[in-house]
Every structure is written in C-alpha cells, then in structure tokens.
C-alpha cells in the first residue's frame, strides 16, 4: 500500500472517530439539557440555579418539595429506564444482525409486563412487590424464546417469529386478567400497561439504579466482542474473542436491562426498537453502537414526557407518545429492511 492511501485510510479512519465522539457528545448535552428543563418546568417554573441546588442536597422553599420530592426521581426513572431500553435494544439488533430483534418485538417485555399484571391484578400487590415479580418473570419468559429458539445455534429471525408467538401469547394473558379484573385494579394496571413515570418515586429509583449502572457498564465494556461477533463466529474466535462466553454475557445484560425498565415503569413502547436505528443514523454506523443508542433512549424518553405533560391540553402517559412517534418510524424501517435485509 502507498503512503498515499496509508494517509488516506487514517483521515477516513479520523473521520469516523471524531464523527462518532462528536454525536456522543451532543447527545449527552441534549440529555443534560432535558434533564434542567424536566426538573425546572412545571405548573412552578423554577430557575436553573434553584433546582441545581436542590440536587445538590439545599433546602430551597418550595422548590425542595416540588423539584426534590416530586420530579428529581421522575426525571431520574426516565433517564435511567430510556438508558436500558436504548442499550437492550441496540445489544439484541447488532448481536442478531436484525432490526426487528428488539426486546419489545420478541416478547421480553411482555413477560415483565404480563407478570406485573398478575400480581397487581390477582396478588393486589403494587410499588416494589411488583417490581420483584416482574423482573424474574422477563428473564424466565427470555430463557424460554432461547430454548424454543435453539438449533444448533440461534439464528436471527427465528428467535424474532418465537419471540412475536410467545409475546402474542402473554398479551392474550394479559388480556384475560384485565377482562376479569374489578374496575379499579383495571384502571392502575392500564395505568402500568401504558408506560408511565407517574408513579415514579424516590422508592423505586434505588432499585432501578442499582441494577441498570452495573449491568450497563458491563455491556459498554463488552462492547468490542460485540463488534467481533457481527463478523461471525469463526472471525470473532479468530479475533481473540470468547463466544459463548461472550454472547451470553451480552445476551443476559440485556434481558436484565429489560426487565428491570419495564418493571419500573411499563412497557414504554418502541423506545428500545427505535434508539438503535437512530444512533445507527447519527453515527453513520461507526463504532459500537451501544453508548449512543443508549444517550438516544435516554432523550427519547425525557423528550416523550416532555410532550406528554405539557404539549396538550390533557396529559399523557409517556408511553402514548412513544407509540404515535414510533408507529411511522416502525413502518419506515420495515420497508428499509426489505432492502438491507433486516441490518439496522
């Protein structure tokens, strides 16, 4: 190779890098910015000043309550749970080489959710009881889309039709419960069914973090054998790289992640569907995609919320929103898989 295209391939390979850190960037500026604008707008509008000493531990009148008590732990729930949706969902897509392989498509969800309808339905159960049914009950629901999966070796779009069967079968369940259920207990499981931060307490922060931040840096340091992965099996032994070891890794984070976003705050639709893509888009595919597509589904959460509490005239759970902005996005990129054969 000449020392022209040496020069060449290092401004290409620069290029890249510096595109990918850029849109890292802007997308932790664009989450810092929701985070203050969540935190300050309300019914009160507190100044940035007020509500940043409120998070740093001052008592400020009024504000202490509304911004400490009441939208700390909600802004905090949504980052945290757009941050795991966004990061299973980009894990399962880049690890099966299929778009539609996203832990809300393949019914991962469904079991968390279907689980937390039974015990808030038939247990009468509600707050963490909920939280430590639902989580077990995903990770049990993915183990059993795997062993239907399974021949010799999972292929992408087979563990994606189990996975549309057997969530089409807990969703048939979950209808069951609510048809028989007395009307109140209805009202809070739809509630939950929906996607929603408006239950979201200090109590359930500590939970949701103490799972999300260990199980996320796991999947952010593995990240390079999930790049070596996409080349196939053979390449990423060939590479250095651990395959079972490091597909069951990566495949079990993000069946955690799952669950325990979705047994904190509901199914909030298409959000684990769509930051994958997106940061595909931003990063020109440069690089893991994970981090980004985790910063994507952060704001695409706090954006939703955003718009659901203040852009009508009736509020809207965040789920709701997701749904209307993911429905077209979702029909775009199934007619773009038919061209590129289901990659992101």
Same mark, same amino acid.
Do not use: K
């Given at each position: 190779?000449?020392?022209?295209?040496? @020069?060449? !391939?290092?401004? $290409?390979?620069?290029?890249?890098?510096?595109?990918?850190?850029? *849109?890292?960037a +802007? &997308?932790? /500026?664009?989450?810092?910015?929701?985070?203050?604008?969540?935190?300050c707008?309300?019914?009160?509008?507190?100044?940035p000043?007020?509500?940043?000493?409120?998070?740093?531990?001052?008592?400020?009148p009024?504000?202490?309550?509304?911004?400490?008590?009441?939208?700390?732990?909600?802004v905090?729930?949504?980052?945290?749970?757009?941050?795991?949706?966004?990061l299973?969902g980009?894990?399962?897509?880049?690890?099966?080489?299929?778009?539609l392989?996203?832990?809300?498509?393949?019914g991962?969800?469904?079991?968390?959710?279907?689980?937390?309808?039974? @015990?808030? !339905?038939?247990? $009468?159960?509600?707050?963490?009881?909920?939280f430590?049914?639902? *989580?077990?009950? +995903? &990770?049990? /629901?993915?183990?059993?889309?795997?062993?239907?999966?399974?021949?010799?070796?999972?292929?992408?779009?087979?563990?994606?039709l189990?996975?549309?069967?057997?969530?089409?079968?807990?969703?048939?369940?979950?209808?069951?419960l609510?048809?028989?259920?007395?009307?109140?207990?209805?009202?809070?499981?739809?509630?939950?069914?929906?996607?929603?931060?408006?239950?979201a307490?200090?109590?359930?922060?500590?939970p949701?973090?103490t799972?999300?931040?260990?199980?996320?840096?796991?999947?952010?340091?593995?990240?390079?054998s999930?790049?070596?992965?996409?080349?196939?099996?053979?390449s990423?032994?060939?590479?250095?790289?651990?395959?079972?070891t490091?597909?069951?890794?990566?495949?079990?984070?993000a069946?955690?992640?799952?669950?325990?976003?979705?047994?904190?705050?509901?199914?909030?639709?298409?959000?684990?569907?769509?930051?994958?893509?997106?940061?595909?888009?931003?990063?020109?595919?440069?690089?893991?995609?994970?981090?980004?597509?985790?910063?994507?589904?952060?704001?695409?959460?706090?954006?939703?919320?955003?718009i659901?509490?203040?852009?009508?005239?009736?509020?809207?759970?965040?789920?709701?929103?997701?749904?209307?902005?993911?429905a077209?996005?979702?029909?775009w990129?199934?007619?773009?898989?038919r061209?590129?054969?289901?990659?992101?």
């Open positions: 190779m000449s020392p022209s295209s040496v @020069a060449l !391939v290092r401004r $290409g390979r620069l290029r890249r890098i510096r595109r990918r850190r850029t *849109v890292v +802007g &997308l932790t /500026v664009l989450l810092a910015v929701l985070f203050v604008t969540s935190l707008v309300g019914h009160t509008v507190y100044p000043y007020d509500a940043l000493r409120v998070v740093l531990g001052d008592t400020v009024g504000a202490s309550f509304t911004v400490g008590r009441l939208r700390l732990p909600r905090l729930t949504g980052a945290l749970a757009g941050f795991a949706f966004g299973a980009a894990t399962f897509q880049t690890l099966l080489r299929n778009m392989a996203s832990p809300d498509v393949i991962i969800s469904s079991g968390a959710s279907a689980a937390a309808v039974f @015990a808030i !339905v038939v247990l $009468g159960l509600g707050g963490t009881p909920v430590l049914i639902a *989580v077990p009950a +995903g &990770l049990a /629901v993915a183990l059993v889309i795997y062993l239907l999966t399974y021949r010799q070796g999972v292929l992408g779009v087979r563990l994606v189990v996975g549309i069967g057997v969530g089409a079968l807990l969703n048939s369940v979950v209808s069951y609510l048809l028989r259920a007395p009307a109140w207990e209805v009202q809070e499981a739809m509630r939950w069914l929906t996607g929603s931060l408006g239950s307490f200090w109590d359930g922060v500590g949701l973090a799972g999300v931040l260990p199980l996320s840096a796991v999947l952010l340091l593995a990240g390079r999930l790049t070596a992965l996409q080349l196939g099996d053979d990423a032994r060939a590479l250095g790289t651990r395959v079972g490091s597909r069951l890794v990566l495949v079990l984070c069946v955690g992640l799952t669950s325990l976003a979705t047994a904190t705050t509901g199914p909030i639709a298409f959000v684990a569907f769509l930051s994958g893509p997106v940061a595909h888009r931003l990063t020109g595919g440069n690089g893991s995609p994970l981090l980004p597509a985790a910063l994507t589904g952060a704001a695409l959460v706090l954006t939703a919320d955003l659901g509490q203040f852009a009508f005239d009736t509020r809207f759970p965040v789920g709701v929103v997701t749904g209307a902005l993911g077209p996005c979702l029909l990129l199934l007619v773009r898989s061209r590129t054969q289901g990659a992101l």
